[in-house]
Nanobody, 122 residues
């Protein structure tokens, strides 16, 4: 499984961005996908995830109501729509794939994309 994240950039507070995660690999169909982020000087934290089976989603409390994760099974794509962005959302965002049911736990993810940087600043 290979993952490639893109869509980051510089945005003003209150703005929006849409991150994309393109997945490849013949076994990817059995994986759930999550988004994590790591701000400078901080540990990596869970943002959101979508289960491959059924498409249910989970979110971190810090972004609930502002971010939406979605998936396109046909295109092996997972997206993170981010709205009402705040300076504290500034981080490198990573997509990752797992077969575990523990979607919030980054240690359960087997494959990681390279990250895309999001900067929220005026």
């Amino acid at each position: 499984v290979q993952l490639q994240a893109c869509g980051g950039g510089l945005v003003q507070p209150g703005g929006s961005l849409r991150l994309s995660c393109a997945a490849s690999g013949r076994t990817y169909s059995s994986y759930s996908t999550g988004w994590f982020r790591q701000a400078p000087g901080k540990e990596r934290e869970f943002v959101a995830a979508i289960r491959r089976s059924g498409g249910s989603t989970v979110y971190a409390d810090s972004i609930k109501g502002r971010f939406t994760i979605s998936g396109d099974i046909a295109r092996n794509g997972v997206y993170l729509q981010m709205r009402s962005l705040k300076p504290e959302d500034t981080a490198v965002y990573y997509c990752a794939a797992t077969r575990s049911v523990s979607l919030r736990d980054d240690t359960q993810y087997n494959y990681w994309g390279q990250g895309t940087k999001v900067t929220v600043s005026s």
